[in-house]
């Protein structure tokens, strides 16, 4: 056998390793979707508050109104609950409902992907790899794939506005793309940059007689929705989607981490693979400065998830999109330029080492029987509780339960810290004085740190019966992790004279 057939032969078995690695990590994400899709407890601390608010779209009632403390809103724009709604209509209200729309919303995701990397290569093995990138990823990104958050249907919507975009010359390409890019700003505003920057470059750079189309069709959706939201609402939609939001405490820690961790830690093979893509694969200049600035932005908009307070690692999807589709580029390139012999089998050698990069233990992402069976055990502990019950930060299982919920702990946090109304801010604090003064729940049930610990202790009506309610943690995520640990008691219902 000479040189050059080892060399081939090599190449072939290296590029069928790299194959076999993106076909292993779509098996291993599905099998734990597969297997947690219907677990009956949170997954992830925010999925209570998204059932919350998807369950009063479903029984028709608003979702922004003043501060309360039996409801606040989130920080994001509607979209995802009235969608949720459709699947409690479905399928039942409950998490499963809400996980299966996400988990649909990932599918359709990277088929956007995988559409789009084929059709800037021209290569069906180029976007097969990046969507196993992508699936590779589901550890780097919180496991969020299947999880009953905003973030991937706001993904979803991303990158289909992303593939219009990218299409040259398609009459209606535009249109479909401003529409796909607000539907996932009404899913989550932090896409706003870039849906400006793009309607810039359109109105400025592009030939065609569609150069308008994008940014008025993005202006006529984006602002007259935000309009009737603002007025249907008296006003509280634009209070929680932008006015606290841009009140959020700036994070020093990600302002180096984000690139020195989270992206070049986990995705070096990537990136450079990305730089020298987005640099020579696209012979148009307005179509490579569009796919670069589209790259940049998505990038951009995951930084600043990321740097402010409440930012976790979720925030990272757009920018791990972006630097797969700069990545898919890069690669192209690299296969249509001649190169050595023995250069094929490098390349597929470094996609392999970028898989192995993103492994990860599969248990981390499974919750397991003892779990489950500590968090049914003690939900049914407070199921039992005849009275009242305060659980702000878990607030879904009192709605399970058929008990009276209240806003979440962190929407009561948010509108505290970061609202500059003191007069609505001492009117939410008097309020939930007051229920503790009064003694209106014979339980209450808290999170370690939790930011009503503080009402609680200048109440004199409630006494600390556990400091360990839950011996166990049974959201099974990462270091987002939240587990209730003190259970107080009304005192006369302990104690009755």
Request: proline residues 4%.
């Amino acid at each position: 056998m000479n040189k050059q057939k080892i060399i081939d032969f090599l190449g072939l078995t290296l590029k069928t390793g790299s194959i076999l690695a993106a076909a292993f990590y779509i098996l291993i994400c599905a099998f734990i979707i597969y297997n947690r899709i219907s677990y009956p407890l949170e997954l992830e601390c925010g999925e209570g508050a998204m059932a919350q608010h998807a369950e009063r779209v479903f029984e028709g009632k608003p979702i922004y109104a003043a501060p309360d403390i039996h409801f606040i809103a989130n920080i994001y724009m509607p979209l995802y609950y009235y969608a949720g709604s459709i699947f409690f209509l479905v399928f039942g209200k409950g998490f499963f409902a809400l996980r299966l729309l996400s988990v649909i919303s990932t599918i359709a995701a990277l088929l956007a992907l995988f559409l789009t990397c084929k059709k800037l290569t021209n290569s069906t093995y180029i976007a097969f790899i990046s969507v196993g990138m992508f699936f590779a990823a589901y550890d780097v990104c919180g496991s969020w794939f299947d999880l009953a958050r905003v973030d991937m249907l706001f993904l979803c919507f991303i990158l289909y506005g992303v593939y219009f975009a990218l299409l040259p010359n398609k009459k209606h390409a535009p249109f479909l793309s401003s529409v796909m890019f607000a539907l996932s700003f009404f899913t989550k505003q932090s896409v706003l940059p870039l849906i400006i920057l793009l309607s810039i470059i359109s109105l400025f750079f592009e030939k065609s007689k569609n150069k308008f189309v994008f940014g008025l069709t993005s202006l006529i959706l984006c602002g007259t929705g935000v309009l009737l939201l603002h007025l249907t609402s008296g006003g509280w939609s634009t209070f929680y989607a932008f006015t606290i939001p841009n009140q959020h405490a700036l994070l020093t820690d990600p302002l180096r981490t984000f690139w020195t961790k989270d992206l070049f830690g986990h995705f070096p093979i990537l990136i450079l693979a990305g730089v020298f893509g987005l640099f020579y694969s696209i012979d148009s200049a307005y179509q490579k400065t569009k796919y670069f600035l589209i790259v940049i932005m998505l990038i951009i908009i995951s930084f600043m998830g990321r740097i402010f307070s409440g930012g976790f690692v979720n925030a990272l999807l757009p920018a791990i999109a972006a630097i797969i589709l700069a990545f898919a580029l890069g690669l192209k390139n690299l296969f249509s330029t001649p190169r050595h012999n023995y250069i094929m089998p490098l390349i597929y050698l470094l996609i392999i080492v970028q898989f192995g990069l993103l492994k990860y233990p599969i248990r981390h992402a499974m919750p397991s029987k003892q779990q489950l069976a500590t968090g049914v055990t003690c939900l049914r502990r407070f199921s039992q509780v005849n009275g009242n019950v305060f659980w702000s930060d878990h607030c879904y299982y009192l709605t399970l339960a058929s008990k009276p919920s209240q806003a979440t702990q962190s929407a009561v946090f948010d509108v505290i810290h970061y609202s500059k109304d003191s007069t609505l801010i001492r009117q939410l604090s008097l309020q939930i004085n007051d229920q503790f003064r009064q003694g209106f729940y014979d339980a209450v049930i808290l999170d370690k740190g939790s930011s009503y610990l503080p009402y609680l202790h200048e109440s004199d009506r409630y006494k600390l019966i556990d400091s360990n309610y839950f011996p166990q943690n049974v959201f099974t995520l990462n270091s987002r992790e939240q587990m209730p640990k003190y259970l107080y008691a009304k005192k006369s219902f302990i104690d009755p004279e």
